[in-house]
């Protein structure tokens, strides 16, 4: 019998550039451009990040960012839930949505909010941009 997957567990936790490339690394660092929170952060390339459907989190400037990955597309959300103490991205991910592992509160990945109880208060949004392979987030103030 086949047994398939309907949630994937997450839970590494990774410096900003931690996996990237060295080649990466070594041409742009951990930070690109601007300096401040309007600065684009290199994650690292796409690929040795994390693969579809799964979850890493980062972080960047002491802010911990949960990165989740659905149907292609990159998101990225304040990595602690707000209603305590966890990081989303140690939960568990299904389709747009990411369980708290603490208390079962679902996050839709795309827009922050939660939609279910405990989890009453929205969850801040990052930008994401994948250039040339590599992943890079900028925060939200
Ligand atoms: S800490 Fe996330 S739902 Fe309670």
Redesign the pocket.
């Known amino acids: 019998m086949k047994v398939i997957p309907i949630a994937a567990v997450c839970g590494r936790t990774v410096q900003a550039a931690a996996c990237a490339s060295d080649a990466v690394a070594a041409s742009s660092g951990a930070v690109a451009a601007n300096a401040g929170s309007a600065a684009w952060h290199l994650i690292g390339a796409l690929d040795a990040c994390f693969g579809e459907n799964d979850c890493l989190g980062v972080t960047i400037d002491a802010v911990k960012v949960g990165l989740f990955r659905v149907d292609g597309e990159i998101h990225a959300l304040d990595d602690i ?1 707000t ?4 990081l989303l991205s140690e939960g568990f991910l299904d389709g747009h949505e990411i369980e ?1 592992p ?4 679902l996050v839709d990945v795309r827009t922050g909010k939660g939609t279910t109880a ?2 009453v208060r929205d969850t801040r949004r990052h930008d994401v941009r994948v250039d040339d392979g590599n992943l890079y987030v900028r925060l939200s103030r």
């Open positions: 839930c209603h305590g103490n966890a708290c603490l208390h079962a509160g405990p989890i």
